[in-house]
């Protein structure tokens, strides 16, 4: 594999690099999933007590779904809220996914991950200053540029703690 941060070629420069930084961590993503069984996807630590894989890459497809609809200045269609959501269950911890597959959970955020693309390939670099809104009450405000910084930034985190339940299952299980 080839390491750069170009991005595609019907892309601005400055959007094309960010995207270029998400693109990489979704492989990275399939990578470091590769060839798991159900049972890890959905285990959850060796108390049973934290996020499941399962769990962290449905929160990061929700979480990217939300970012493109941002960036595109649209809210996110209730159709959509109910296929990917929600944020966060009644107790705020991340919702239950169990019995959905690998190849199920990294197909649908595939196509999430292609409407940043699509999205992105729209973007000229100047557009990267436009401010948005977010959070769980959309109390925060942030540029276009660190919404695409922290796609990739917030994926890098989970792989971290995914990386960590595979050491667990792979030792405990």
């Known amino acids: 594999m080839f390491y750069d941060l170009q991005g595609e070629a019907n892309m601005s420069p400055v959007v094309g690099m960010l995207y ?11 990578l470091i ?3 798991m069984s159900q049972e890890e996807v959905d285990y959850k630590g060796p108390n049973n007590n934290f996020n499941s894989t399962a769990q962290l890459i449905r929160h990061l497809m929700y979480v990217d779904l939300n970012w493109v609809y941002r960036m595109k200045g649209q809210p996110l269609s209730e159709t959509l809220k109910e296929q990917y959501g929600p944020m966060i269950d009644a107790n705020s911890r991340l919702p239950m996914v169990e019995g959905m597959s690998l190849n199920t959970l990294m197909s649908h955020y595939e196509g999430v ?3 940043l693309k699509d999205t992105c390939t729209q973007f000229k670099d100047a557009d990267l200053d436009k401010v948005v809104t977010f959070g769980h009450h959309n109390e925060k405000q942030a ?7 922290h796609i990739a930034d917030h994926s890098r985190y989970h792989q971290a703690n995914i990386n960590l339940l595979r050491k667990w299952y792979a030792t405990f299980e």
């Open 20 to 30: 270029s930084d998400v693109k990489e961590n979704s492989q990275r993503l399939r």
């Open 113 to 115: 991950l292609q409407m």
């Open 143 to 149: 540029t276009i540029r660190w919404g695409l910084w």
């Open 33 to 35: 999933t590769e060839g």
